[in-house]
T-cell receptor
Framework: QQPVQSPQAVILREGEDAVINCSSS?????VHWYRQKHGEAPVFLMI?????EQKGHEKISASFNEKKQQSSLYLTASQLSYSGTYFC?????????????FGSGTQLTVLP | DGGITQSPKYLFRKEGQNVTLSCEQN?????MYWYRQDPGQGLRLIYY???????QKGDIAEGYSVSREKKESFPLTVTSAQKNPTAFYLC????????????FGEGSWLTVV
C-alpha cells in the first residue's frame, strides 16, 4: 500500500523552511527520500532505518518514527536548487522481497 | 563508471506495436525494477526481479512483459495490450540486503503516435 505524503505542494521564498511528511499503514524497516527534477531520474537524498534515527544532508535532514510509521523531511533555509518533487519510498518489515513503494510526491517550489 | 543505463531516451510507438525498453546495470545488484511515472504523478511499480530467471508482477503489470536472463539486464516490453502507454519509464536496481537503497536510470520517454 502506497505511503501518504503531505502536503501535495508547497511554495516557499528563498531562506524559508519546509517540512514534508510521509506516513504508512505498515510497519516499516526503512524510509528513503528522493528529489526529482522534471524529466529526470529521482536523486537519492537519504535513507533512514528503523531505530528512530535522524539524518542530515547539508541543510536537509529527516527523522523516522517507527512506532508511528512516519517520516518527515526538513528543509531549512531553502535554496532555489531545492525546487523539485520529493518522494518518500518505504520498505516494510514483512516483505520477503525487496521493493520500495513510493508516495505520490510533494512538489516544492522555491521562489527568489 | 558504475550505473544504470536505459535506452532509448525517447521512443515513439504506433498503435498496435510492441516496443522494448533496455535497462543495463553494472553495479552488481541482484534486484532490478521497472517503474512507470505519469505527468505529475508518483512512481508505480510494473515488474521487479530479485534474481536471474525470476520476476514478479508489480501493481500495474498488465500490458507489460519482462525477462531476466542476465543479472545485469532487465528489458521491459510494452505490448499492444497496454492501452495507455504514454509515460516516463524508470529502471532501477538495488542490493538485496535490507538497509540499501534503490538507484535509478535516467529514464525513457514513451509516446504513442
Amino acid at each position: 500500500q502506497q505511503p501518504v505524503q503531505s502536503p501535495q505542494a508547497v511554495i516557499l521564498r528563498e531562506g524559508e523552511d519546509a517540512v514534508i511528511n510521509c506516513s504508512s499503514s505498515k510497519a516499516l524497516y526503512s524510509v528513503h527520500w528522493y528529489r526529482q527534477k522534471h524529466g529526470e531520474a529521482p536523486v537519492f537524498l537519504m535513507i533512514l532505518l528503523k531505530g528512530g534515527e535522524q539524518k542530515g544532508h547539508e541543510k536537509i535532514s529527516a527523522s523516522f518514527n517507527e512506532k508511528k510509521q512516519q517520516s518527515s523531511l526538513y528543509l531549512t533555509a531553502s535554496q532555489l536548487s531545492y525546487s523539485g518533487t520529493y518522494f518518500c519510498g518505504t520498505d516494510d518489515v514483512s516483505g520477503s522481497a525487496r521493493q520500495l513503494t513510493f508516495g505520490s510526491g510533494t512538489q516544492l517550489t522555491v521562489l527568489p | 563508471d558504475g550505473g544504470i543505463t536505459q535506452s532509448p531516451k525517447y521512443l515513439f510507438r504506433k498503435e498496435g506495436q510492441n516496443v522494448t525498453l533496455s535497462c543495463e546495470q553494472n553495479l552488481n545488484h541482484d534486484a532490478m525494477y521497472w517503474y512507470r511515472q505519469d505527468p505529475g504523478q508518483g512512481l508505480r511499480l510494473i515488474y521487479y526481479s530479485q534474481i536471474v530467471n525470476d520476476f514478479q508482477k508489480g501493481d500495474i503489470a498488465e500490458g507489460y512483459s519482462v525477462s531476466r536472463e542476465k543479472k545485469e539486464s532487465f528489458p521491459l516490453t510494452v505490448t499492444s495490450a497496454q492501452k495507455n502507454p504514454t509515460a516516463f519509464y524508470l529502471c532501477a536496481s538495488m542490493r538485496s540486503l535490507k538497509g540499501n537503497t534503490i538507484y535509478f536510470g535516467e529514464g525513457s520517454w514513451l509516446t504513442v503516435v
